[in-house]
């Protein structure tokens, strides 16, 4: 099984940039597909990005697609979002999330209901 820790969320300007960290432990994330996701006051919890258990492959929904970034570093057991041009409408709780898939998969996941393990979310506050 494995734990995620979210960290990196805070108060923003628009046009800034943050980089969100979410760090495993328990098991290698190479071995999982991994996802973040973010939730604002009073909405649904939404997909925003996607990586591959093999890191090969990344998808993102179209509002964040050209400024943010998934990554993953293998040796540090840690993924990032990097969110670049930031808007007001990105201000949200976000989560990580991630699904067994085993090494070597090429396959990513953007349903929250495809994702077995979430760590407790981080708040991106982004002001006008």
């Known amino acids: 099984q494995v734990q995620l820790v979210e960290s990196g969320g805070g108060l923003v300007q628009a046009g800034g940039s943050l980089r969100l960290s979410c760090a495993a432990s328990g098991r290698t994330v190479s071995n999982y597909a991994m996802g973040w996701f973010r939730q604002a006051p009073g909405k649904e919890r939404e997909f925003v990005a996607a990586?591959?258990?093999?890191?090969?492959?990344?998808f993102y929904t179209s509002s964040v697609k050209g400024r943010f970034t998934i990554s993953r570093h293998s040796a540090k057991n840690t993924v990032y979002l990097q969110m670049n041009s930031l808007r007001p409408e990105d201000t949200a709780v976000y989560y990580c999330a991630a699904r067994f898939v085993g090494a070597g998969s090429s396959d990513y996941y953007t349903g929250k209901s495809d994702y077995n393990y979430w760590g407790l979310g981080t708040q991106v506050t982004v002001s006008s």
């Open positions: 990586l591959s258990g093999n890191g090969g492959n990344t």
